[in-house]
């Protein structure tokens, strides 16, 4: 093999390896978050599904010792099965929860398959390339190219990959990825390839890019027709913001408000809390001008305050801006509000209310902490 072939060989195997990297880290994180959101506690989902899915990658790197023969041929194929398989995490999951009884098993299924077949690639890669560098360089290259690949998906994943897409676009457009390394595999490696197999795998990568790339146009449809599963009531507004899902409810009037799940308020009987919230710490107060809300972010909460006239000025710390402004634009929800969060008393602030406690110096004359309830360590720490 001459120097001028050998080149493009090593440069795809690289970059394949950079993808696949990306690829495996998005659905491990995919795997987390969705079970978190259906499950709640998010650290013993996320712990559970990293555990299972390393370890699942030991399995795999073992058994990749048993694959030999044409060896850019079995990579291909890998790469369809992980596309595939990746790809309809998401909406196999969401699908199972909605109609199981129990959907763990087929979590712990999946993810075992996927680190499984995670876990061969890179052997295959470095065997494939061991023609190419030394051993040294060869292993140095392709983890170089892993780790840097995993601290991509690491940040792309929050940022914007799930505020942008939501977690089954995000699914389906990484099958997509790894389906497309597949090809560019089998183009690179055309003359070391029988031409029978080449042309049913081309054939197989083709269909696949197809359901995939189906999946990710229906994709919202489908996300409505599950979460139509989940809930009693007709679902108005849903939304992944970067921290959480967002979804509206109504039946006949009757508003629902749930952030991963969870059910923040009912419309018909939410002045009960929130009215008790308020007004017994005001009324012990003989003057009051100045007020904090942590939390807080549907308004009610301001909603009641903005009632006593002493008060001149309230800051509301919520950290995450989609739920301000869902509840500061939406009409179902600003009347339920009295367009609390632009009233002009009311500054708001999107931030960790943790952050912000330690950073204001501000005295406050009565500090409101309306926050979810404390179902995971992250929100716990809100109340300590």
């Known amino acids: ?36 959101y259906l499950l709640g506690d998010s650290v013993y989902q996320f712990s559970l599904v990293i555990g299972l899915f390393m370890s699942s990658m030991g399995i795999g790197s073992w058994l990749s010792r048993f ?26 999951l969401f699908f199972a929860f909605a109609i199981l009884d129990n959907y763990s098993p087929l979590l712990f299924l999946l993810v075992i398959l996927l680190g499984a077949m995670m876990g061969m690639e890179i052997p295959l890669v470095v ?84 359901m995939l790339a189906l999946g990710f146009v229906l994709s919202e449809r489908f996300t409505a027709s599950m979460e139509t599963r989940l809930y009693q009531d007709e679902i108005i507004h849903a939304e992944d913001s970067p921290y959480q899902r967002l979804v509206l409810t109504r039946r006949q009037g009757r508003l629902r408000f749930y952030l991963n799940g969870a059910l923040q308020f009912d419309s018909i009987d939410e002045y009960r809390y929130h009215e008790t919230l308020v007004h017994p710490a005001l009324g012990l107060l003989p003057q009051v001008e100045e007020v904090l809300i942590l939390g807080g972010g549907d308004g009610m909460a301001a909603r009641e305050l903005l009632k006593d006239p002493r008060i001149k000025a309230i800051t509301l710390v919520d950290l995450d801006p989609a739920v301000t402004t869902l509840f500061s634009t939406s009409p179902l929800l600003t009347r339920l509000n009295r367009h609390s969060l632009t009233d002009p008393k ?14 204001s110096r501000t005295l406050y004359d009565l500090v409101v902490i309306d926050l979810p309830d404390p179902n995971n360590a992250s929100l716990s720490r809100l109340y300590s």
């Open 1 to 36: 093999m001459t120097p001028a072939t050998r080149f493009p060989q090593q440069l795809a195997l690289l970059a394949a390896t950079f993808v696949i990297a990306i690829c495996g880290l998005v659905y491990e994180l995919l795997a987390g978050t969705l079970s978190s």
């Open 67 to 92: 694959v030999d023969g044409a060896l850019p041929l079995h990579f291909v194929r890998l790469q369809l099965l992980v596309g595939l398989t990746g790809g309809f995490t998401a909406p196999i």
């Open 127 to 210: 065997r494939i390339l061991r023609e190419h560098f030394s051993l040294k360089t060869n292993l140095s290259n392709v983890f170089t190219a892993d780790y840097i690949g995993a601290l991509f998906a690491a940040l792309l994943f929050p940022l914007v990959l799930v505020p942008q897409l939501g977690l089954l676009q995000t699914g389906f457009l990484f099958g997509i990825l790894n389906l497309l390394v597949g090809l560019l595999a089998l183009l690179v490696f055309r003359n070391t390839v029988a031409t029978a197999p080449r042309k049913r795998l081309q054939w197989s990568i083709l269909a696949g890019l197809l």
């Open 346 to 359: 009311l500054t708001r602030v999107n931030t960790d209310a943790w952050k912000f406690l330690e950073q």
